[in-house]
């Protein structure tokens, strides 16, 4: 399956190439699209299709080029059709793994990380990809076995401490979640998720609700409250859950449905 964006491109005149310069110009692409160059990528692959690239090589580029791009509906539908010529591709079945999980199939996402793992080529992305999918599951052992794996294939990668400590989040335990919070943020400074997910698991420990930062925007500061009151009323402090909902409706600066909800939740109305 050749998607409809280049089949029309493809359908113009290019001269022949033999099979190692189709091949070259395929991974060119995926470089170009890789590096955020879309448009040339996607000209590129019309380009090898023109010129005689098979349909499962012209696949696996576009869902390549798509999956860097974040388009993973797109990169999924690619994936699958080369899969039906090498299903047991452990590279592909952990794209279209994690491409099923972007989009919300958990199912079937499942299933594909489920396959990908299987191989003794699984790499640290599908281990912390089955991570995910058993987290969804609250299959607890599961999870700590494919962060276990994920892990010791790559012990710096702060994806995996971040999962692993949002998966102790969700069995309530906050004190091991900031440690691996904290490694994953000294392994990615920058990453603004990360940064969000320690300050959440710190504030589910600390004696008092967070403090406003210099510059932040009301919303912002409201949406931080209210998972702070989130921490709290988990953790069954429930008069702390309460304060940190009231202030995040104070500080929204307008009706802020998402406190109020979990407010009217904790007050017990």
Same mark, same amino acid.
Request: a neutral charge; zero cysteines; aromatic letters at 6%.
């Given at each position: 399956?050749? &998607?409809?964006?280049? #089949?029309?491109?493809?359908?113009?005149?290019?001269? +022949?190439?033999?099979?190692?310069?189709?091949?070259?110009?395929?991974?060119? !692409?995926?470089?170009?699209?890789?590096?955020?160059?879309?448009?040339? *990528?996607?000209?590129?692959?019309?380009?090898?299709?023109?010129?005689?690239?098979?349909?499962?090589?012209?696949?696996? *580029? /576009?869902?390549?080029?798509?999956?860097?791009?974040?388009?993973?509906?797109?990169?999924?539908?690619?994936?699958?059709? #080369?899969?039906?010529?090498?299903?047991?591709?452990? @590279?592909?079945?952990?794209? $279209?793994? /994690?491409?099923?999980?972007? %989009?919300?199939?958990?199912? &079937?996402?499942?299933?594909? %990380?489920?396959?990908? #793992?299987?191989? +003794?080529?699984?790499?640290? @992305?599908?281990?912390?990809?089955?991570?995910?999918?058993?987290?969804?599951?609250?299959?607890?052992?599961?999870?700590?076995?494919?962060?276990?794996? !994920?892990?010791?294939? !790559?012990?710096?990668?702060?994806? #995996?401490?971040?999962?692993?400590?949002?998966?102790?989040?969700?069995?309530?335990?906050? !004190?091991?979640?900031?440690?691996?919070?904290?490694?994953?943020?000294?392994?990615?400074?920058?990453? =603004?998720? %990360? *940064?969000?997910?320690?300050?959440?698991?710190?504030?589910?420990?600390?004696?008092?609700?967070?403090?406003?930062?210099?510059? =932040?925007?009301?919303?912002?500061? $409201?949406?931080?409250?209210?998972? *702070?009151?989130?921490?709290?009323?988990?953790?069954?402090?429930?008069?702390?859950? /309460? $304060?940190?909902?009231?202030?995040?409706?104070?500080?929204?600066?307008?009706?802020?449905?998402?406190?109020?909800?979990?407010?009217?939740?904790?007050?017990?109305?």
């Amino acid at each position: 399956m050749i &998607l409809p964006f280049l #089949v029309a491109l493809s359908a113009a005149t290019a001269a +022949p190439l033999d099979d190692a310069a189709i091949r070259s110009q395929l991974e060119e !692409a995926q470089r170009a699209g890789a590096a955020g160059r879309l448009d040339q *990528a996607r000209l590129m692959i019309s380009k090898a299709i023109a010129a005689g690239a098979s349909e499962v090589d012209a696949d696996r *580029a /576009i869902g390549n080029v798509a999956f860097d791009a974040r388009k993973f509906a797109e990169a999924l539908a690619a994936y699958q059709q #080369v899969l039906t010529v090498t299903p047991k591709d452990s @590279r592909i079945l952990e794209r $279209a793994g /994690i491409s099923a999980i972007e %989009i919300g199939d958990r199912k &079937l996402a499942s299933e594909l %990380i489920g396959r990908a #793992v299987e191989s +003794p080529a699984a790499t640290w @992305r599908a281990w912390n990809a089955r991570g995910a999918v058993a987290d969804y599951d609250r299959d607890w052992p599961q999870a700590d076995a494919a962060y276990g794996k !994920a892990g010791a294939l !790559a012990p710096d990668r702060s994806e #995996v401490a971040n999962n692993r400590g949002w998966s102790l989040i969700l069995r309530g335990d906050w !004190a091991s979640a900031v440690s691996l919070f904290e490694r994953a943020a000294r392994a990615a400074p920058r990453n =603004e998720r %990360i *940064a969000n997910n320690l300050q959440l698991a710190q504030s589910a420990l600390a004696a008092e609700l967070p403090r406003r930062q210099a510059g =932040e925007s009301d919303r912002d500061w $409201a949406a931080r409250l209210n998972d *702070a009151g989130v921490a709290a009323q988990l953790l069954g402090d429930r008069k702390r859950a /309460i $304060a940190a909902f009231t202030q995040a409706l104070e500080a929204s600066g307008s009706w802020y449905e998402r406190a109020a909800n979990n407010l009217e939740g904790a007050s017990g109305r």
